[in-house]
């Protein structure tokens, strides 16, 4: 696993409490909205059009429909005028029929009457071709009728079938909606989804930057350990031009993360490398801070990174805290140079530059003894190192790197101040950062000295030092990490 992943996960779990607040203040307050509450709701245009054309469409249908059936009401009304009609005709045939027949019987007696039946017949004749001509008509006339009637019908029966495929389509985008509606319902979240912690959310709570929230912003930095100076001004830098603006936690978070990059770009640098060998390091800090085993984890990067090293175990008062260097020593594949319990440390530091010198190592890194019981003692003993590596070299020590135990809080500033005054501190190394919930001390640092970070260690084996990324540092602090 990477330096980094592994600080992300470490520190994120523990700056849950800076994270927890932020959330804390926006809901306490804040009001739950849309999502896109800014935007103005447009609502469904899309299915409006679909069921306005849905009903149009049924709208013709219907009317439609209705003109068939008046239609076939009007071709029932035709069908029985011209049965009547047909039922005159025939009588009127049988009439004329009858009469010739009765103008044939006189026919005999009468020429005359003959002849009048025979212009009866003639008549009849005309009349019941006329009569058969108009039947033919009729014929044709119905047979074109029932023709149009079965089209009609064909059509009324077509526009039944877009009647029941429009209503279908209605019910559907009835389906639709209501369906839709009570998925939007189930993501919305609700009591219930947030305890669920639903992913998608429909609605997001906003806060407006006001007083008391902005008080509530300093009041939550300065207990993440940010100290008051930089609390304050962090919070004043995230409402500039922001003031009675409505924030998301998230919009606050990313805020909170771009001002404490922008405090720790400035510091984020890695330990500088000089041509001069070797380059002395001396490591200062107080007991417990880590700075044995920052030695060894610096003394593999650097023997990693292709540097001679070599390690002076200079806080000779601790047998245990010299075997400890010897450990890592080994770990890390570089000689350790000891002395007696009790000697003095700075003839072990003169040593140790022959030592450096004769090998031909880059770097030389030197452990010191952290008793700030005894301040007085402390700084004589390591201005006595200093004094004497410098007959070797007078531009040592290059490097005094502060060890500092980010578990402490804002105690690391007060040692900040103690070891500035003892010594000539060049640069910073953050020990702890994983499972400590005070990484905000690490602003307060950068904020009120300015002194170079150089590395930080999350966690005790002798890979876990990685350099210092002010980016992910402060989206780790403030929850904004993506993974
Ligand atoms: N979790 C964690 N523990 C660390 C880290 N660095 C050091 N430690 C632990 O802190 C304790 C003290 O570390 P040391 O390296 O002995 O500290 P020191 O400053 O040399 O202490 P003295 O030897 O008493 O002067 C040890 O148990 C280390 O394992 C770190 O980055 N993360």
């Known amino acids: 696993m990477s330096f980094f992943k592994k600080l992300k996960t470490k520190l994120f779990k523990s700056s849950s409490k800076l994270e927890e607040g932020l959330d804390a203040i926006v809901e306490d307050g804040g009001v739950e909205e849309d999502v896109n509450a800014e935007a103005p709701q447009v609502e469904a245009p899309v299915d409006d059009a679909a069921q306005r054309e849905a009903e149009q469409r049924q709208a013709e249908a219907d009317a439609e429909a209705q003109r068939q059936a008046e239609a076939e009401r009007q071709a029932e009304a035709e069908a029985a005028a011209r049965a009547a009609a047909e039922a005159e005709t025939a009588a009127r045939l049988a009439e004329n029929a009858r009469i010739a027949s009765e103008a044939a019987a006189q026919?005999?007696?009468?020429?005359?009457?003959?002849?009048?039946?025979?212009?009866?017949?003639?008549?009849?004749?005309?009349?019941?071709?006329?009569?058969?001509a108009a039947q033919a008509r009729e014929e044709a006339a119905l047979a074109a009728?029932?023709?149009?009637?079965?089209?009609?019908?064909?059509?009324?029966?077509?526009?039944?079938?877009?009647?029941?495929?429009?209503?279908?389509?209605?019910?559907?985008?009835?389906?639709?909606?209501?369906?839709?509606?009570?998925?939007?319902?189930?993501?919305?979240?609700?009591?219930?989804?947030?305890?669920?912690?639903?992913?998608?959310?429909?609605?997001?709570?906003?806060?407006?930057?006001?007083?008391?929230?902005?008080?509530?912003?300093?009041?939550?930095?300065?207990?993440?350990?940010?100290?008051v100076d930089t609390s304050l001004r962090v919070t004043a830098n995230m409402a500039e031009g922001r003031f009675g603006k409505k924030l998301s936690t998230q919009?606050?978070?990313?805020?909170?993360?771009?001002?404490?990059?922008?405090?720790?770009e400035p510091v984020a640098k890695p330990m500088p490398i000089y041509p001069k060998r070797p380059q002395v390091v001396l490591v200062v800090g107080v007991n417990g801070s880590g700075k044995t085993t920052t030695i060894g984890k610096l003394a593999l990067q650097f023997s990693n990174a292709g540097k001679k090293v070599v390690i002076a175990a200079g806080d000779t008062f601790r047998a245990a805290a010299v075997e400890q260097l010897q450990v890592w020593g080994e770990r890390a594949g570089v000689p350790v140079l000891t002395a007696p319990e009790g000697s003095d440390p700075a003839?072990?530091?003169?040593?140790?530059?022959?030592?450096?010198?004769?090998?031909?190592?880059?770097?030389?890194?030197?452990?010191?003894?952290?008793?700030?019981?005894?301040?007085?003692?402390?700084?004589?003993?390591?201005?006595?190192?200093?004094?004497?590596?410098?007959?070797?070299?007078?531009?040592?020590?290059?490097?005094?790197?502060?060890?500092?135990?980010?578990?402490t809080g804002q105690n690391a500033l007060n040692q900040v101040e103690v070891f500035r005054q003892i010594s000539d501190v060049s640069g910073l190394v953050m020990t702890k950062l994983d499972g400590t919930a005070k990484g905000g001390v690490l602003v307060a640092l950068a904020d009120k000295f300015g002194l170079p970070i150089h590395a930080i260690g999350v966690g005790e084996q002798i890979d876990d030092l990685a350099p210092f990324d002010p980016e992910e540092f402060a989206q780790a602090l403030t929850g904004t990490a993506t993974e």
């Open 347 to 407: 003839s072990l530091a003169y040593e140790a530059m022959q030592k450096a010198e004769a090998d031909g190592a880059d770097l030389l890194l030197i452990d010191t003894a952290g008793r700030l019981q005894n301040r007085t003692d402390l700084m004589e003993e390591l201005a006595k190192i200093v004094r004497v590596i410098r007959k070797k070299d007078e531009t040592a020590p290059h490097n005094t790197l502060l060890v500092l135990d980010a578990t």
């Open 251 to 264: 919009e606050i978070k990313d805020l909170l993360a771009s001002e404490i990059t922008k405090i720790m």
């Open 107 to 132: 026919a005999d007696a009468d020429e005359a009457a003959a002849k009048k039946a025979q212009a009866a017949a003639a008549r009849a004749a005309q009349q019941a071709e006329e009569a058969r």
């Open 145 to 227: 009728e029932q023709a149009r009637q079965a089209e009609a019908a064909k059509q009324a029966q077509e526009a039944e079938a877009e009647r029941k495929a429009a209503a279908r389509a209605l019910e559907e985008l009835e389906v639709e909606k209501a369906a839709e509606k009570a998925a939007s319902e189930a993501k919305a979240p609700g009591l219930l989804g947030r305890l669920m912690g639903r992913k998608e959310q429909k609605t997001v709570v906003r806060r407006e930057l006001d007083d008391d929230m902005l008080e509530a912003l300093e009041e939550l930095l300065i207990a993440s350990d940010m100290g």
